[in-house]
């Protein structure tokens, strides 16, 4: 993708209003706590400790807008702590300028590396050091700044301690996971009834199983239909697969077909009414007629065989899903420690040596965020030394503005640099008419700036640039009550919103972090995920007499994570200006299809797995140990360009000892055969796939080493 091209479509997207669900009592609840910080500093303290305060009450409840499966509260709590903490450090060097060039040097160093943790902690550090700028800036003296950062502090504790007080839909985020879960389960099992070998996007379940870790506190109070349905839901796509898929012994034609798509049809069904009463809280609501398709004897005469089995097993995954749903299918009483199936979730003193860590495995050159890290932390000191030379006063602007759109990613960089250059005019235009109209004091520009944030709470996952109007105006409004002259404000504002956008889109294209040259290695990382997924599940049949479901579970997340990492640095990469030097697009799409098959296949090998007292399948091991060290092999390949060679799974699956027609007694299931013949498929598709040039499908080790 050309430059030209890249600066058009990131601009765009940047500009976009996108239609999103509203939350008005959330938004509600925030603006009323910025009023209530806001109005009391106001009264007590005077304008300059109220639009501190104000920073903080808005920053504390911007946090807990952020996707996270942690308490609002806590969110809200951390923020205003750190923000005050950062005030008041910032204020005390401030005097010193080359201290203080050093401290916001490192503050914003540390803020960037905070995008190891995860999204949430990177916005709530980045936005922490951008709204210090300002801070900084209000207080008079090392007095004035404690009290400042107090209130500061105070903010936070106000818009923590309404949440806490006017809980608005408890628990909605880790509903809406599962319920998300569930729904996605349900339209895959409708789409096999068109297509058997459909493909799944595994996020939905991925999101669940995030969102359903929790620490020992919210184990004691999570409602009963959040406990146990993610784990039904992520053992029905496996069923739902085998049951559709030909190769596992029912025809793409005829009435065991149309039976089968019946049975898909009603699970779709049950599993939509589940998600409505999950997501709502309420009881479930179903079609007599689904239930009488699940439940009818049909299954057992029209069926047989896996088909048959895998009817029976769905039947009594989808009761549980409904019990579950109920709230009737676990223990309502959860001890007060944590249940053998719950997902721990670290608390926030032990989260600190997770962070930690994951911040100091980004400490290498190849490395994305420590390259975001030296990038912001670079221009926000540049920034400032842009914003003093320039002669209009308020220089701390320019940082802040490039503090606040930079992003590991260069499209969303550009994308919020172009939408926070939009909504300042628009913004900063509108506040204008206003000031120019009303001419408010403090206690109408305090008013109006509670106003212009309750509709940035509203409005902010409309679009970047909504938001930004809002805040734009906001700012305005709040410094306008500190006592700034507003016509100097608009200039400024526009001016270095423009330098500080500007700073941050260039620091993008002279210290890059592309993904383009970067999609083999994910794509090898993946390919390596499916081969030991599928190896895991091949031993279970192997020895099912040491059984071991959570190596398989293990396993599949691995492969889940890896799929997920791929599609986003695909995603990344397509808005890329830079030379084709990954992987064409063409086979990107080709490959990601075959390794989503290869995925599959071993999954509906999952759905099978024998019990411990099966004898084991013959060449199973050999099998499972060839899928290792000829996918580990093939990422090697792919890393270095080559075509990996699959010589050593055909030989494995030319030996086996099963035959296709039987289905002997001692554990020889032709499901297994047959499960190895799609893996050997998949493997060989992989290969055609990143054959640009339309060679064989199969290619020799010694033509893949030339």
């Known amino acids: 993708m050309s430059w030209l091209r890249a600066l058009k479509e990131t601009a765009r997207s940047g500009l976009e209003i996108e239609r999103q669900r509203l939350e008005p009592l959330v938004a509600l609840r925030g603006a009323a706590g910025l009023a209530l910080v806001v109005g009391v500093s106001l009264f007590l303290f005077g304008p300059e400790i109220a639009a501190s305060s104000a920073f903080g009450a808005f920053q504390a409840a911007i946090a807990t807008f952020q996707r996270s ?40 160093f540390l803020s960037g590396l905070a995008w190891a943790a995860g999204p949430t902690g990177g916005i709530i550090a980045s936005s922490n050091v951008a709204i210090m700028l300002v801070t900084i800036t209000l207080p008079t003296s090392v007095v004035d700044a404690a009290a400042h950062a107090g209130m500061i502090a105070a903010g936070g504790f106000v818009q923590a301690a309404l949440i806490v007080l006017f809980p608005v839909r408890r628990w909605g985020a880790q509903r809406d996971a599962l319920a998300d879960a569930l729904a996605a389960e349900a339209d895959y099992a409708r789409r096999l009834r068109h297509d058997p070998v459909a493909p799944f996007d595994p996020l939905p379940l991925m999101t669940a199983r995030s969102a359903a870790a929790v620490t020992p506190r919210q184990a004691r109070r999570r409602p009963a239909e959040l406990h146990g349905a993610r784990g039904v839901a992520e053992r029905l796509r496996p069923v739902l697969a085998s049951l559709a898929d030909p190769a596992m012994g029912v025809p793409r034609d005829g009435l065991e077909r149309l039976w089968v798509n019946e049975l898909l049809g009603a699970a779709g069904s049950v599993l939509d009414a589940a998600a409505r009463a999950v997501r709502h809280g309420e009881p479930v609501h179903l079609s007599a007629t689904d239930l009488g398709v699940l439940k009818t004897p049909d299954n057992d005469v029209i069926l047989v065989g896996p088909a048959r089995r895998a009817a029976d097993r769905l039947a009594a995954l989808l009761d549980d899903v409904l019990e579950i749903a109920e709230g009737t299918g676990t223990d309502s009483g959860i001890p007060s420690d944590l249940a053998p199936d719950t997902r721990h979730r670290p608390t926030l003193v032990k989260l600190i040596p997770v962070v930690l860590t994951s911040m100091r495995r980004e400490l290498h050159h190849g490395s994305s965020v420590m390259r975001h890290a030296i990038r912001v932390a670079v221009v926000a000191v540049c920034g400032y030394f842009v914003g003093e030379a320039v002669p209009l006063g308020h220089g701390y602007w320019a940082p802040m503005t490039a503090v606040m759109v930079m992003r590991p990613e260069f499209s969303q960089t550009y994308a919020r640099s172009a939408g926070r250059f939009g909504g300042t005019l628009v913004g900063v235009g509108l506040a204008t008419a206003v000031v120019q109209t009303a001419h408010p004091d403090a206690r109408l520009s305090a008013l109006l700036a509670v106003v212009c944030a309750g509709l940035m709470y509203l409005l902010m996952r409309t679009g970047y640039a909504v938001g930004q109007v809002c805040v734009a105006a906001y700012v305005v409004f709040l410094l306008g009550m500190a006592g700034d002259d507003w016509s100097q404000t608009v200039t400024e504002r526009i001016v270095l919103t423009l330098v500080g956008g500007l700073l941050a889109m260039i620091s993008y294209a002279v210290y890059p972090a592309w993904e383009t040259p970067r999609l083999r290695n994910r794509l090898a990382e993946w390919l390596v995920a499916d081969g030991r997924y599928a190896a895991t599940v091949i031993d279970q049949y192997a020895d099912p007499a040491s059984r071991n479901v959570e190596d398989v579970r293990d396993a599949l997340v691995a492969t889940r994570e890896a799929r997920v990492a791929w599609q986003e640095a695909l995603a990344t990469a397509q808005h890329e200006p830079v030379r084709h030097r990954g992987i064409s697009r063409a086979a990107a799409t ?13 999954m509906v ?10 004898a084991p399948v013959p060449g199973a091991a050999e099998l499972a140990d060839a899928l290792r060290r000829a996918t580990e092999k093939g990422a090697k390949a792919v890393r270095e360009r080559r075509l990996p060679d699959w010589q050593m799974v055909a030989d494995a699956v030319a030996h086996w000892d099963v035959p296709d027609e039987q289905a002997a007694p001692s554990g020889g ?22 054959d640009e040039r339309g060679g064989s499908t199969r290619v020799s080790s010694t033509l893949a080493e030339s």
């Open 69 to 108: 499966w942690r308490p609002r509260p806590v969110l809200a709590l951390v923020s205003g702590a750190s923000l005050a903490v950062s005030t008041f450090v910032g204020y005390v060097s401030g005097t010193h300028v080359v201290l203080f060039l050093c401290l916001l040097g490192v503050w914003t």
């Open 590 to 602: 080709d490959a990601q299809h075959a390794l989503a098959q290869l995925g599959r296949s071993a």
């Open 605 to 614: 090998l999952e759905a099978h797995l024998p019990s411990a007292s099966a």
């Open 669 to 690: 299931d032709p499901v297994v055969h047959r499960g190895a013949a799609l893996l050997q498929d998949a493997l060989e598709e992989f290969t055609r796939a990143l």
